[in-house]
């Protein structure tokens, strides 16, 4: 369950994500793979800024897209 939980919170955090970073999205499986890590560098972030966003599903999407967002722009830095 927390395998399907993962895929479900990385896709929907990865598709906002690349519609929040203009041009940052690479397609669905990419999107997933960049959400699920960015739910993972969204949480070591908002630790080491002692930083605490809602609770539950909410706040991981929330995590995950916001950590995407930032692996998106630095991608987005190497691309150009």
Do not use: H
């Amino acid at each position: 369950m927390s395998l399907l939980y993962a895929l479900l919170i990385g896709g929907i955090a990865g598709w906002l994500a690349g519609k929040l970073m203009k041009g940052g999205g690479f397609g669905l499986i990419f999107n997933i793979v960049i959400g699920i890590i960015g739910g993972v560098v969204g949480n070591w972030l908002f630790q080491k800024l002692n930083i605490t966003l809602m609770s539950g599903i909410v706040g991981d999407i929330l995590t995950g897209a916001i950590g995407a967002s930032v692996i998106l722009f630095v991608a987005g830095l190497f691309k150009k």
